[in-house]
């Protein structure tokens, strides 16, 4: 797994942010701590902006979104304390929020849809030693029928709706997290299955699910 980050200033300065921002579930912030977002960062001149709340580029056209998105889509999913949790995880980019998850999961499976960002998402990962992960380019929409059912679902990218396929992939009592767009801003819904929705306040934007894998990169 990887260690604690290289400036431990910056990361104590990015979670009081976080914590101001609504990110207050302490496993999260922790993970958040001990995963350097800058190693997910191809850019050299980009590195120092991994301690600030701010979105990244990648290639493919992509973003790492901003930490404190990462930290409230997180938090929604409601992860179990003892890390048992199997996540299904749609829009793995550059792998941070993959790492992330993974930290605090038994196991997550992450798609792309764009090839490029699966092979160096999961070189990167195995450099950081992060070995609970499986990873591969698909179709977000479908999610991964062939690994259900998933302890919890999140998407990285806002759909108009929950999606119903989505949720069937899910285990009886499992929880889905997704930024739904609601006009012109968004919202982060949280469904249990066989339960209740929740619905959070999300004052980001965070890109909108592509459908189909990309075909060139």
């Not at 009081?16 to 001149?45: S, Y």
């Not at 179990?80 to 941070?96: E, H, Q, R, T, W």
């Amino acid at each position: 797994m990887a260690g604690l980050i290289a400036d431990p200033f910056s990361a104590a300065r990015l979670l009081l942010h976080l914590r101001q921002e609504g990110v207050t579930d302490a496993r999260v912030l922790t993970a958040m701590e001990t995963i350097d977002r800058a190693a997910f960062v191809d850019d050299p001149a980009l590195a120092p902006l991994a301690f600030e709340d701010a979105v990244l580029p990648i290639p493919c056209g992509q973003v790492i979104l901003r930490p404190a998105s990462t930290g409230h889509l997180l938090q929604a999913l409601a992860l179990p304390d003892d890390g048992s949790a199997k996540v299904l995880l749609i829009g793995s980019g550059s792998g941070y929020m993959t790492a992330v998850a993974a930290s605090l999961s038994r196991h997550v499976h992450a798609v792309d849809r764009y090839a490029r960002l699966v092979r160096e998402g999961e070189a990167r990962l195995a450099r950081l030693g992060i070995g609970n992960v499986t990873v591969r380019q698909a179709d977000g929409q479908y999610g991964w029928p062939e690994q259900e059912l998933f302890d919890r679902i999140v998407l990285a990218c806002a759909v108009p709706e929950v999606p119903d396929l989505l949720l069937s992939q899910l285990t009886a009592g499992g929880r889905l997290a997704a930024p739904i767009v609601r006009g012109n801003e968004q919202e982060i819904v949280s469904v249990t299955l066989g339960g209740g929705v929740m619905r959070t306040p999300f004052f980001q934007q965070v890109p909108a699910l592509s459908q189909g894998k990309a075909g060139v990169l």
